[in-house]
């Protein structure tokens, strides 16, 4: 469980997680990485990062419901939901290749 701590100690990095782990294959551990993240953001308050080795402590100087932690986190959900939404956040020669994985409901 603590290895999918770096993935929120910014929680606006996780649609770049999400949209990695779909044009490799692999969205269970973005699905894992979401779930984990939407159970500790709300509970803290959407916090702008974590301090920490393993992400435990909200900064010091992190602002609470930050818009960019949940546009983050939206997006991460909107990509998982249809991972079609990709081609719209790829670089150009990204536009060329299509990807790995088809939208599906039983992602878990």
């Not at 999400?18 to 973005?30: D, E, L, S």
């Not at 159970?39 to 818009?67: C, H, M, N, V």
Request: proline share 4%; hydrophobic share 40%; net charge positive.
């Amino acid at each position: 469980m603590e290895h999918f701590t770096f993935v929120w100690k910014k929680a606006v990095l996780l649609w770049l997680l999400t949209a990695a782990c779909i044009k490799t294959g692999r969205p269970q551990i973005a699905r894992r990485a979401i779930d984990l993240a939407e159970a500790r953001l709300l509970k803290d308050g959407w916090p702008e990062y974590y301090d920490g080795k393993s992400g435990r402590f909200i900064g010091k100087q992190a602002r609470k419901f930050q818009t960019w932690s949940i546009a983050g986190y939206l997006v991460a959900k909107m990509l998982l939901e249809d991972p079609s939404h990709l081609g719209m956040i790829s670089l150009e020669e990204d536009k060329q290749t299509k990807p790995v994985i088809k939208r599906s409901y039983s992602w878990t």
